[in-house]
């Protein structure tokens, strides 16, 4: 991890923030925040660069395995690249229609597979606590939008479901889910039509302790302040997952070409209090 002392981030933290359409309060929160503590990098985009290091920071696949809740089952290793690959520090992952019957799903709702597509998840957990009040996640993606199409930048329990937050998911149309479970039943969910998602945009959420026990989560897009869900994952190791599903909650049937999704510049940071 690499440490910034606070003092050299604070002028680019406020000059990101100008354009942000957020409370003065919120701003002026997240600025002295990380003014009363040390700033930390957790993982940058260079851990897009190559393989060697893409594979010290991530891992292949969902942290359970190839299966979720859509059509597509997830491949990649690290000799096999033809789901997820890496150029010019830009990270693909590519969804492919198959024609053989390759069974179902092991998750619910055990869908037939159709696709084969790529995951990736994090080595390096968020964890909230006293030690680390404060987290800022966020990335660039051209996502797909046509039907069938499940692209998602997202955090979910290490040690259990709940918890969960989507920073970035669509479902197979140009609306954007923000989401946080904090049961099954009991969700906060922010939807924003965004313009040409297949250009590149930026999906962010800043994560700040509150209490002993929860969080508020700030939820933005291109740097414009979206929404703020307030859950109880104080505690609670989240990975940091990438993928692409398919049909399933993004409509059927999927597309019969190959789906690409594209992500750069990823960044995960944390203020440090001891």
């Known amino acids: 991890m690499k440490t910034i002392i606070t003092i050299l981030l604070i002028p680019f933290l406020f000059a990101c923030q ?103 998840n994090t080595k390096e957990h968020v964890l909230v606590n006293d030690q680390f009040p404060n987290w800022e996640v966020k990335c660039d993606f051209q996502v797909p939008t046509v039907t069938g199409s499940w692209p998602a930048f997202w955090l979910t329990g290490v040690n259990s479901w709940p918890p969960e937050s989507d920073i970035m998911e669509f479902k197979g149309s140009a609306t954007n889910w923000q989401n946080t479970f904090r049961t099954s039943s009991d969700v906060s969910s922010t939807l924003t039509t965004v313009s040409s998602p297949g250009s590149w945009h930026t999906y962010r959420a800043w994560i700040t302790k509150v209490s002993a026990t929860n969080v508020d989560i700030h939820y933005y897009i291109d740097g414009v302040w979206k929404a703020v869900h307030n859950a109880n994952f104080v505690g609670k190791p989240l990975y940091v997952i990438i993928n692409m599903q398919m049909e399933g909650s993004s409509g059927a049937p999927g597309p019969t070409a190959d789906t690409y999704f594209n992500a750069r510049n990823i960044y995960i940071g944390r203020t440090r209090t001891y």
């Open 18 to 120: 100008k354009t942000a359409s957020i409370k003065p309060s919120l701003q002026q929160q997240q600025l002295a925040a990380v003014a009363a503590d040390t700033w930390e990098t957790v993982l940058d985009n260079s851990s897009f660069a190559n393989y060697t290091a893409f594979e010290a920071a991530w891992n292949y696949l969902y942290p359970w395995g190839s299966d979720h809740n859509g059509s597509a089952r997830m491949y990649g290793s690290s000799t096999d690249h033809n789901h997820i690959y890496l150029s010019n520090s830009i990270l693909t992952i590519k969804a492919t229609k198959i024609t053989w019957d390759e069974g179902s799903s092991t998750s619910d709702p055990h869908l037939a597979i159709h696709y084969h597509s790529g995951a990736i």
